[in-house]
């Protein structure tokens, strides 16, 4: 009999990297029901300790193997970037098991108490759990801002999830939790078999008309990998997009668009209406049953925003500052389509990229296949980690004897700028069957500092290891063909800067606990890292250290990236736009006090029409296929990467007068956010980097928006406001 690679935490690999050259499916199962119990048996010591409570043997008590954290880990991310149908139906089967383990922490009233003990020992005493206690009678030891932050985590994270509640109360809290996960898991499914369901095979070449080779050459080879003559497009992004863009032919844009746009519609198998229903009424009830009047109520308390009001001030202004500008741009992009064909034509959606590329072209001559041979993802890859090397003075150097999950596959060492290692980063560039589609980073294994199994003395801070983190990028680029290697678009370069900026945050996690380590902040702060670093990407002192043709070596023409410059800002208004589109229509569903009865189609339409800038197609529907806001981390947050985005203007600004490669100031962005993860609130430790709170003036400028006139009626609004 094999022994279960899981259950040995040593994996004897480089860095103990999992070890995905040994897993078996059959392997999950029983190294998480052994993790579950090895958790159990954790926090049943904590509530056996005879010792009154304190920070140091309730709260900050850890172990150097958490089993079911290293094997989740392993298979959850696996299920998103190489799944299978046995996997998803293991995963139906784990999650409820997984969500009654931890609704079984969550409402162990022992363990609760022995938190909230601790919690009153630094706090004014609360009416909850009114049962005595023994508490410890020595006076508290002063705390760090990273201890207190993660005593407030602990306590407020019993609270949140219904640890005060009643029998009654947990009993419903439980079986919601139970539904949830089922439901968050099938939408994301059925979205995949959707997504994988459709395939637009064309064998008439006249039918390729307006593509360009690189799409052609992508969807012969898809065509050839399915046994098929012709050319394949699927709706996975680099095959969607430039069809969009480049087709001639209208009516089979239209069928795209339209496939695209109805994935998940209806009552058929794979339909998500109804897990929407059942999601928001589900995230509502929660929220209500725990003493909010709304969800967004109910997960704002944690995020910089921290009200409903103050987001949508931000989408305001937004809409303020950008829906005249965005109008403007699809007036243009309309002139430009009657011009052509006549003047009557009606602009669809399926039409907007591909006049809109006609108009880019007229405008400034640029395309994004003419920087395509210059974007060779293998010096792409160079120029991403020279930046780093540059900003920050680390190193990249693949390990081959890193086990992969697939063999697209590569594993790196990551070194810092005194040789030390840093990190573990695997990069997954290109889609395939059992691969969600878009664009993220996630981990294997979280950075955290403490005492190892063999420590000589647990108690002495000098004896403890800094664990380093095991990071993950995961994109779906533009894969090789037989006659060419896979060339980006520049803004498949701008993805990976944002997911490598995100992998910098997870890289540089220099904290004591694991769980405010790296990127364990607020959602409405996290994509700060990653949407800084795009900026780069139409920097010419950084593009000239990597973007040469594919063939001849030449480095990309100064013209060429002064176009990309000039252009920056086209349709930047409908871009902007269409993201309060899908905040405003989030907000909608999670601000809603009432049990949500109503047509899905119908109420998105009325949720986000202030921001439409076309006319609703009858039969599509983003909700059902929003996996951002649905079974993703973004319900009642999606105005975070608005947010972001004007946290990320005001940073770079900072960059851009000290220099795009100002060593002190790289250090400092590194120092104040990245290595701080979520120990201290974000104002704080962004205000630190930047000496001030963020304005939307940073953001205004870098769009070429003119500001509006200021409304006098209004109170403040200018700065991103925390209330810290």
């Known amino acids: 009999m094999r022994d279960n690679p899981l259950f040995n935490k040593n994996y004897g690999t480089p860095h103990n990297t999992a070890p995905f050259d040994r897993i078996q499916l059959e392997d999950y199962e029983p190294a998480i029901l052994e993790g579950i119990r090895q958790d159990d048996a954790f926090i049943q010591r904590i509530t056996d300790n005879p010792e009154p409570p304190t920070f140091d043997n309730t709260v900050a008590v850890t172990t150097p193997d958490d089993m079911l954290e290293r094997v989740t880990k392993v298979f959850f991310n696996l299920l998103s970037a190489e799944t299978n149908d046995e996997m998803d139906a293991l995963a139906q089967k784990l999650s409820p098991i997984l969500t009654e383990h931890a609704n079984n922490i969550l409402f162990n009233k022992r363990y609760f108490q022995r938190i909230q003990a601790v919690y009153e020992q630094y706090h004014k005493p609360s009416t909850i759990n009114p049962e005595p206690l023994t508490i410890n009678p020595e006076p508290a030891r002063p705390l760090t801002p990273e201890e207190q932050m993660l005593l407030e985590k602990s306590y ?16 419903r809290l439980r079986e919601m939790n139970q539904q949830m996960a089922l439901l968050t898991l099938q939408f994301s499914q059925n979205n995949l078999k959707a997504t994988n369901a459709y395939q637009l095979h064309i064998t008439d070449e006249a039918d390729l008309a ?69 999601l928001v009424n589900l995230r509502r009830e ?59 034509f009606e602009l669809k959606p399926w039409d907007f990229s591909y006049y809109g590329h006609k108009l880019k072209m ?57 040789g030390s290692f840093l990190a573990v980063l695997y990069t997954d560039f290109f889609p395939r069957k059992g691969k969600q589609s878009g664009a993220w980073m996630t981990s294997f294994k979280e950075q955290w500092i403490g005492p190892e199994d063999n420590c000589p003395d647990p108690k ?55 769980s405010l380590s790296g990127t364990s902040v607020y959602w409405d ?39 990309i410059i000039d252009s920056r800002n086209f349709n930047v208004a409908y871009a902007c736009i269409r993201q309060v589109s899908f905040g405003l229509l989030d907000m909608a569903y999670y601000t809603l006090t009432e049990p949500f009865t109503a047509d899905v189609q119908a109420f998105e339409r009325e ?100 500001r509006p006139t200021p409304d006098p009626s209004r109170n403040g609004g200018e700065c991103l406001r925390s209330g810290r």
Request: aromatic content about 12%.
């Open 286 to 344: 929660h929220a209500q049953l725990l003493g909010y009047k709304t969800f967004a109520d109910y997960v704002l308390k944690e995020r910089m925003a921290e009200t409903a009001d103050n987001v949508y001030r931000l989408l305001d202004q937004l809409l303020e500052a950008y829906m005249e500008p965005a109008r403007k741009e699809v007036a243009e992009i309309e002139a430009i389509a009657r011009k052509l064909e006549g003047a009557d």
């Open 607 to 706: 949720a986000w029409k202030r921001a439409l800038l076309f006319d609703e197609v009858p039969g599509t529907c983003m909700t059902v296929q929003f996996g951002h806001i649905m079974s993703g981390g973004y319900a009642a947050g999606y105005y975070s990467y608005k947010w972001a985005e004007v946290l990320d203007a005001d940073a770079f600004s900072v960059f851009k007068h000290d220099g795009i490669f100002n060593r002190e100031t790289a250090q400092r962005f590194r120092d104040c956010i990245l290595s701080r993860g979520g120990t201290e609130h974000p104002m704080t430790l962004y205000k630190r980097f930047r000496g001030q709170e963020p304005t939307i003036d940073a953001l205004l400028k870098r769009n070429g928006i003119k």
């Open 156 to 171: 407020e994270g019993f609270i949140r999830a219904g640890a005060a509640l009643d029998e009654a109360g947990q009993a």
């Open 525 to 563: 702060f996290v994509e700060l890292p990653s949407q800084l670093m795009e900026n780069f990407a139409v920097e010419p002192d950084f593009l000239n250290t990597f973007a040469a043709h594919y063939e001849t070596g030449e480095p990309m023409p100064a013209d060429l990236i002064q176009r």
């Open 362 to 418: 007229e405008r400034f001559n640029i395309d994004a296949e003419m920087t395509r041979p210059y974007l060779q993802l293998s010096r792409v890859k160079e120029g991403v980690f020279g930046l780093a090397t540059r900003l920050y003075g680390i190193t990249f150097r693949e390990n081959k004897d890193i086990p992969v999950y697939h063999p697209d596959v590569q594993a790196y060492e990551v070194l810092d700028k005194d």
């Open 210 to 278: 307006g593509l360009p080779d690189s799409a052609r050459d992508a969807a012969a080879l898809a065509a050839k990998e399915n046994g098929k003559e012709g050319w394949l497009f699927t709706l996975h992004a680099p095959s969607y997009g430039p069809f969009l863009t480049y087709a001639d032919n209208r009516e089979l844009r239209r069928q795209m668009y339209m496939a695209k746009n109805t994935l998940c519609v209806g009552d058929g198998e794979l339909s998500n209406e109804a897990i929407v229903r059942q």
């Open 460 to 514: 002495d801070p000098s004896l403890w290891k800094n664990s380093r983190p095991h990071v993950s990028l995961v994109m779906n680029f533009t894969k090789p063909t037989e006659t060419k290697p896979a060339l980006l678009t520049l803004g498949e370069v701008e993805t990976f800067l944002h997911e490598f900026g995100h992998a910098l945050h997870g890289i540089f996690a220099n904290t004591r606990f694991a």
